[in-house]
Structure formats: C-alpha cells, structure tokens
C-alpha cells in the first residue's frame, strides 16, 4: 500500500468512508420475507462529511439512512443529509460571543428518534433538528424556547407514562440538566444536576422509579479545544473519579444520591432497573479507560452489570463476559424496568475481524446466542422491534455491509431465533456507511 493511503485516517476509509450521493429508490429486492407486521422505517443517523474530511470520526455532518417496510415490501430507501448549518456553512462558529456553545450549531448525526409524531436527528451538543417522514429537514427544534441546554443523543422513552426522558451536558455551567417531555412532545420538567465537572455524559439510564447519571473521567481538556486542532476535546482524567447518580424522576437537585465506581468509561448502557429489595442494576458496555492525552491505548468494551445498594451506598461491580462489544440495545418496551435479554454488535470472529456479528445476551441464566454474519461483513447496531407481546419476541434490524461487493443490506434477524440466517435481507442501492444509532419508528 502507498504511503499516501497509510495516511488517511480510518474514519475515511473503507466502509467508513462518505457516500457522495442521495439516493431514492423503490421496491427494493428482498432475499427471504419480510415479516408482514413490520410497518414502518427504520432509521439509522451516522456522520458523512460533505464538505471535505472531518477531523474525527465523531465530527461529520450527519446523513440518515432510512427503509420503509410495509405489507412484506421494503417500499423505499432514501438517504438524506441533515441539512444543518454547518453543511450549508462549514465556517460558520459554534462558540457565540459571549463563549457559550452556539446550540443551533450541530451537525446532528448520532441518533434519529421519534418522538409524540415527530421526528429528530441528535448530536449531544445541541438542540434536535426535526425531519419530515421522507427525511427531509424542518429545522432546530428547541421546543417553543423552552431548551435550556443541548439534547442527548440518547433519550429515554418511558413505555409506562409516554414521557421522553434526556439530558443536556455542556463544558459551562450549568455542566449537567436534566429534562422531561411529556408524551405530546410539550418540554415540561428542567433541574439543574451538580456535578464537580465538565465531563463527557453520553448516554444514562432510568429506571421506574428513578434517573441514572454517569459522571465518568473523560473530562473537557480546554487546552485541547483552543488549540485549532479539532478533535475531541474531551481527556481522560486521573483525577476526576468516577460515579453513577440517581434521582428520583419526581426529585431535585439536592435528591441526587451518588455512588462511587471504579474509574471507567461507558458510552452506552443496555437499561437500567429496580429490584423488589430496592437495589438498581445498570447493564452497560464499560470500557476501563478511555482517551488518555497523547497515548495510542486502544480499549474495548465488555458487558458489565453495576449493582446499587441503597443501604450501603455500594456499588457491586461484575463483568459478565469478556467479548469486545458496543451498542447494546433491549427490548425498548422494557425501558426502565427488569430485561431479560440485551442485543449488542460483537467481534464475534474474533478481534481482528471488526464488527461482523450480534449477540444476545440471557442476562438470567448467563450466556449469549450469537449471529456471525460471516467474514468480510460487518453489522451496525441492532435495533429491537416487537413483534409478538413478550420481551424477545420481534425481530432485530440492522445494516450489514459486505467488503467483497462493496455494498449493504437491511438485515432482519429473528430475535428469539438469533443464531438462524435473516429472516430477509433488502439489498440497498448503495453502501451504508458505518455509522451511529438508529430506531425503528412503527405505523401508529
Ligand atoms: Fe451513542
């Protein structure tokens, strides 16, 4: 290989290189049957740099890809970008006068969700950009004036009440807020969280009764983020400790209880519950450090479960497997209440051999089924969707993409089946470039 191609960096090579072009396309070919009760899209948001390379993974502009399934057809695929501001003006500054972070600055490419009939694009340092069914843009969404602070990319539908449960995490005070949006989409609860920091907050968790924070060692470096470099300015700090809070979703600020944990990082947790005895479970993907300045240590995560015991203010710590693994899901009809089963994308063919397979863990009896999609495939996020009423009975999609055609399909696996070849397979009129978070958005 030429000196030159050694030089690019990975997240513009390969399948995580940009697609130049959107493309509609209708009535897919389809390997297998779609399940007939599948109506709806799934979506998948990832970043796409248009206008030149980004420089990190995590900074490009967003491009969701989407499939609409209906009566056993896969009726269409568009891929669309967001249209943000900085696609449409890549110059344009993200710090207002004053320093604070301008929020309606994003390039709004980690996770598409939808919400009381809407539709949003996230990226966790600004307000959601709303799109339309066929994955156009409306525009920034800060719901009447009301958003105080950016908008995870990882909210939490309650199933029980309809209410979408987020946060906001910025390098000013206040560093931490938690929200609350009812289930018509109306921004009805803020509190403002202390925390010691400015940390990187990616995901957090609920539970019935309570909201779950992890406060975690990957700190803002301000040196970092004045030095023109790009980049992420987030470290790893030595110092900063590490710790899980949990409110009660009625309480305040001063409710908080925090729990201390080995220093750790994790970008998403599986789910979180309560048990009869009042102990809280959080299941997450940990990683045991996490960009360190100036070191090339490279970590993966593992499942690992957190046990909070209220008497004792103690947090029992397990891991469950060894496994490389990333974007755990469940079943989100269990959000905030006790899962069984939890999904995540596996090196299942070992290390070196990427992402090419899902697992199923049985968080009950121990254990996980696996789905290797094969050598030179490899598989984005597996989202869960229902199909029958109990937890595991659906079908988990996903994009796979395949390095010998150079080319992607929408995978649909059979859930409580996992091990067994796809259900049916949508070829794509184009690859999928790997990417982010995604969500099925059924008919009502
Ligand atoms: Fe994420």
Redesign the pocket.
Known sequence: MAAAEVEVPFHLRGNYAPVAEELTAFDLPVTGAIPRELSGLYLRNGPNPKNGPSAHWFLGDGMVHGVRLENGRAAWYRNRWVRTKPLENPELPFVLEDGSADRTVVVAN??VIGHAGRIFALVENGFPTELTNELGTRGICDFGGKLTSAFT??PKQCPKTGELHFFGYGFLPPFLTYHVLDRKGELVRSVEIPVPGATMM??FAITERHVLFMDLPVVFDIEQALSGEGGMPYHWSDEYGARIGVMPRSGGAADVRWYEIAPCYV??PWNAFETADGRIVLDVARYPELWRRNSSRFDTASAYRFTLDPKTGTVKEERLDERPIEFPRVDDRLGGSRHRYGYTVAAVGGADEGFRGLLKYDFEKGGAVEHDFGPGRATGEGVFVPGGRGEDEGYVLSYVYDEGTNSSVLSILDAQNLAKPPLAEVALPQRVPFG??GNWIGDE
């Open positions: 980690t996770n990319a990882h990616h995901d970008f998403h982010f978070h």
